[in-house]
């Protein structure tokens, strides 16, 4: 648990980014996948995938 933490950890500015310009979740994979950013276990992402890490970050708000 620890690792997928800190991969969407990582990932959270991208995410937030993406998110600020309103980009719809299915958007959100579409640009995550043609920019070649791996999912988790180096493959393509899902809607998913990507709900899973956004539910995550949720858990887990920025301290900063």
């Given at each position: 648990?620890r690792?997928?933490?800190?991969?969407?950890?990582?990932?959270r500015?991208?995410?937030?980014?993406?998110?600020?310009q309103?980009?719809?979740?299915?958007?959100?994979?579409?640009?995550?996948?043609?920019?070649?950013?791996?999912?988790?276990?180096?493959?393509?992402?899902?809607?998913?995938?990507?709900?899973?890490?956004?539910?995550?970050?949720?858990?887990?708000?920025?301290?900063?």
């Amino acid at each position: 648990r620890r690792g997928a933490q800190a991969f969407a950890e990582s990932l959270r500015p991208v995410l937030n980014g993406l998110q600020a310009q309103g980009y719809s979740q299915r958007r959100i994979v579409e640009q995550l996948n043609k920019n070649g950013v791996k999912a988790r276990h180096g493959g393509q992402w899902s809607l998913v995938q990507l709900q899973n890490v956004l539910k995550r970050l949720q858990a887990q708000p920025t301290t900063a």
